[in-house]
């Protein structure tokens, strides 16, 4: 039997012929729409879920940058399609003491800097491990850790909440995952056997379907980017400047891009084709020669070309080095320290102890790390500019061993020219917004490149014509040469969309002066803007700034607000949870 006739063939050939692709998709879901409503409920097989008694979830959330955020919610979609009933929350939002009265806890956690908990998570983290925290013996958990193994605390946090959940009595449901930066496989696998956990512990059966939903809003992802066109590059900083900044325009127009002030651009980059024959040549190796990965086959050049790190070597990776050549003297006897490897590129390791005729092709690219993809701030408002998109980027170029090394995503944007491609997409950054009261007063502290959101925040007020309640604190080297954005700030000033500005040039004057010291000098105005219910803002460099900042807000809160040092802590870890705090730094 045919299932259309003749006049209905040709209405839906017209039909095809007259939709956009977009629309065809949206026929596509309304008829399947129309045809699940029309089914006869009463003919449907029950579901042996519907007779099982399912136990509650709460998902617990800590994040910095949105990822465990996007796994939870993964999680809690795949949970309630079972008829799971799910509570999603921030650990922000809870007493450690509630866990008493949960029955099963599912904690998502990144890991933030040196091991350390995200903001948001701190004093969670604390409390959980305090001597008052309370015996948890009828609770059953699981835990899903996101980290980076480059860095040697990977997924320290998570593996801190698994070990004391279960010094405090509680029971696994399933064993800790440690993803790295490429999670999402992971999770994945994860988010699945947690229901079936689930299901399995409560007699129901598993769904049929094995795949899972995922919430993207976007078209473009770091999988899929958009090849966004170079508007114009500018110079922000001086000829005789120490350092290069430069300011970069994006053509966004018709990609459907959307983004936030606060959000991230998030840029593909390759590396250098001299260093990538280098290494090739001094391995000993045929760059034609085909390798896997993940199941992918290709060659040499192209794995270490766009797949693998070829610079910022690990302490790890220096010690599985020394293991692939069964030298672990290696590691006692390196003059590199561990932040010699981090400016180190694999040319360097090799120069320690030759791989030629001992590592394999295969060998090379498993040792090495992924090439990710580099994170800048965005540096614009879409409600202002909106078919742009900026970016403020200060290019990366040094002197080790005799060689001049250069950044390999901002050496390749710094020689870009107008009408060139970047691959771009968006990474969402929810911990880093601006109040959601629009003339909520902000102290922004954003030294170097860590201006970027804060000129997106600016142009954000001057859209929604916001005046005053915003101070700036910015630092650099010299005021001549290094005032990225001078222009723009000063006409903020001048219309009143700024009502403050602190700037600190460290090499301006014998003694240096950072954006910390200002923060001090202006120590009783600070803690007034606080108490009126002001927002902070840190961008930046994360090792020492944002840890200096920190501790200058902490001093200020203590000596201002006449607080011991725990009651000051409390007091910015309040700040925090209220989301007045907020750190975007790296």
Not at 78 to 89: D, F, G, N, P, Q
Not at 350 to 364: E, R, W
Not at 566 to 576: G, K, P
Request: hydrophobic share 40%; proline share 4%; aromatic share 8%.
């Amino acid at each position: 039997m045919d299932l259309f006739n003749t006049t209905q063939i040709e209405t839906l050939e017209s039909l095809r012929q007259q939709s956009t692709p977009q629309q065809q998709l949206w026929l596509s879901g309304y008829f399947y729409g129309l045809s699940q409503a029309n089914t006869d409920a009463s003919k449907a097989t029950p579901s042996l879920n519907d007779q099982a008694t399912l136990p509650g979830v709460t998902i617990l959330v800590a994040t910095q940058t949105g990822n465990a955020q996007q796994v939870a919610e993964q999680l809690k979609t795949t949970l309630e399609a079972e008829s799971i009933a799910v509570t999603l929350s921030n650990v922000s939002d809870i007493k450690v003491k509630a866990l008493a009265k949960i029955s099963h806890l599912i904690l998502v956690s990144s890991t933030y800097g040196e091991g350390e908990p995200p903001d948001t998570a701190a004093a969670f983290h604390k409390s959980l491990f305090a001597a008052k925290a309370p015996p948890l013996r009828e609770l059953k958990y699981a835990v899903f850790g996101l980290g980076d193994s480059s860095y040697d605390q990977f997924c320290q946090t998570a593996i801190d909440f698994d070990t004391r959940l279960a010094e405090l009595g509680a029971t696994r449901l399933l064993p800790r995952v440690e993803a790295d930066v490429e999670f999402q496989s992971s999770a994945d696998k994860w988010v699945l056997e947690v229901r079936d956990t689930l299901l399995k512990e409560a007699g129901a059966s598993t769904s049929a379907k094995a795949s899972i939903a995922h919430q993207n809003t976007q078209a473009w992802s770091e999988k899929n980017p958009y090849p966004a066109e170079v508007l114009a590059i500018t110079p922000l900083t001086d000829i005789t400047s120490n350092k290069t900044v430069f300011h970069l325009e994006l053509d966004i127009a018709d990609s459907g891009i959307q983004y936030q002030p606060g959000d991230i651009a998030v840029i593909a980059t390759q590396n250098d084709s001299e260093l990538v024959a280098s290494v090739i040549r001094q391995a000993g190796l045929d760059a034609t020669e085909t390798v896997n990965l993940k199941g992918e086959e290709v060659t040499l050049e192209q794995a270490l070309t766009h797949k693998r790190q070829l610079r910022c070597i690990t302490p790890k990776q220096l010690d599985a080095y020394a293991d692939k050549l069964n030298q672990p003297s290696l590691v006692a006897n390196t003059p590199l320290d561990k932040t010699s490897l981090n400016q180190s590129d694999v040319l360097d390791i090799f120069n320690l102890a030759s791989p030629a005729g001992v590592l394999t092709a295969q060998d090379l690219v498993e040792w090495l790390l992924p090439l990710r993809p580099r994170q800048y701030s965005i540096a614009s408002s879409q409600n202002l500019l909106e078919d742009e998109l900026h970016l403020c980027i200060g290019q990366v170029v040094y002197e080790l061993n005799g060689r001049t090394r250069y950044g390999s995503c901002s050496n390749a944007l710094a020689n870009l020219q107008e009408g060139d491609q970047v691959s771009l997409s968006i990474k969402p950054n929810p911990n880093f917004k601006l109040p959601e009261k629009a003339d909520a007063p902000i102290m922004m502290v954003g030294p170097g490149t860590g201006i970027a959101p804060f000129r997106a925040f600016m142009q954000e007020r001057e859209a929604n014509q916001v005046k005053g309640k915003s101070w700036l604190f910015f630092g650099e080297q010299h005021f001549s040469r290094d005032f990225l954005y001078q222009v723009e700030w000063q006409k903020w000033v001048k219309t009143g969309t700024l009502e403050k500005i602190s700037l600190a040039f460290s090499r301006d004057q014998a003694e240096k002066i950072y954006v910390q010291h200002r923060l001090y000098q202006a120590a009783a105005e600070v803690f007034a803007w606080l108490e009126a219910g002001a927002y902070f803002y840190v961008c930046g460099d994360q090792a020492k700034m944002a840890k200096d900042v920190h501790a200058t807000l902490l001093q200020i809160v203590a000596e201002q607000g006449q607080m011991d040092a725990e009651a000051a802590e409390d007091y910015l870890q309040n700040l925090i949870q209220q989301k007045r705090y907020q750190r975007d730094v790296y």
